[in-house]
């Protein structure tokens, strides 16, 4: 079993769609949560970071963790064509500063 | 602007080369990594430094070397033992390797085989 699981998709939405976006984690040692946004041909950038579970918002994102199912989600609201790219969740791996990372999920949001 | 800078953005390697990818961050971080993207395989680990002439392999360090000579530097040499380099590799860097320290990425390097 993979320590960080994600559906690739791509998934596909209308401009100003609610998105949800998932992921699921095996240890329930893991702590922090990231997501983060990549476009094409770029690097991976830090949209969302969480500490154990609950909610945070910051603007149309709202990352979600639920401990108790290891499962985490990014939610983001009125979804616009710029949305459109990998988000990939993230954990650190005890002790150190060793990311694991999802395999990312596809969003694509049409005008 | 502070950040991460990686060169080149796109680079050849014949056979039997060795290749050397830059990295250079000037956000006064003290912890650096390597990262190599793959289609449906997420970032894999690479080499980490937490601090200057230091440095520990990550997951795939086979075929890889690193030096941290400079705070701000951290080069990979992706040598000839790399079989299977085509891949696009980033470089990231967090003020201090702790886990409540997220990591911020480079643009990254396109590495593809002539």
């Given at each position: 079993?993979k ?6 998709g791509?998934l596909?939405v209308?401009e ?8 699921t ?5 893991f702590?922090?949560f990231m997501?983060y946004r990549?476009y094409?041909?770029?690097g991976?950038?830090?949209l969302?970071?969480t500490y ?5 918002e ?5 990352a ?7 499962y985490?989600?990014l939610?983001i609201r ?5 949305d459109?790219?990998?988000?990939l969740c ?9 990311l694991v990372?999802?395999?990312?999920t596809?969003?694509l949001?049409?005008p | 602007?502070?950040g ?8 050849f390697?014949k056979e039997g080369q060795n290749?050397t ?7 006064n971080h003290?912890?650096?990594?390597w ?5 449906g395989?997420?970032l894999?680990l ?5 601090i200057?002439?230091d440095?520990?392999?990550?997951d795939?360090?086979?075929g890889?070397?690193v ?5 701000e530097?951290f080069?990979l ?7 299977n380099?085509?891949a696009?590799y980033l470089?990231?860097?967090t ?6 320290q997220?990591?911020h990425?480079?643009?990254?390097t396109?590495l593809?085989?002539?």
């Amino acid at each position: 079993q993979k320590e960080v699981e994600q559906d690739p998709g791509p998934l596909s939405v209308p401009e100003g769609a609610i998105v949800s976006l998932n992921c699921t984690y095996s240890n329930s040692a893991f702590q922090y949560f990231m997501w983060y946004r990549q476009y094409s041909r770029k690097g991976p950038e830090l949209l969302m970071y969480t500490y154990s579970s609950g909610n945070k918002e910051d603007g149309r994102f709202t990352a979600q963790v639920d401990k108790s199912s290891k499962y985490i989600s990014l939610f983001i609201r009125d979804s616009q064509p710029s949305d459109s790219a990998t988000y990939l969740c993230a954990t650190p791996n005890t002790g150190f500063q060793k990311l694991v990372f999802g395999t990312g999920t596809r969003l694509l949001v049409s005008p | 602007d502070g950040g991460i800078t990686q060169s080149p953005k796109y680079l050849f390697r014949k056979e039997g080369q060795n290749v050397t990818l830059s990295c250079e961050q000037n956000l006064n971080h003290d912890a650096m990594y390597w990262y190599r993207q793959d289609p449906g395989q997420g970032l894999r680990l690479i080499y980490y430094s937490q601090i200057v002439n230091d440095f520990q392999k990550g997951d795939i360090a086979e075929g890889y070397s690193v030096s941290r000579e400079k705070k701000e530097s951290f080069p990979l040499t992706v040598t000839s033992a790399q079989k299977n380099p085509t891949a696009f590799y980033l470089c990231a860097s967090t003020r201090e390797d702790r886990v409540d320290q997220p990591q911020h990425f480079g643009d990254g390097t396109r590495l593809s085989i002539l």
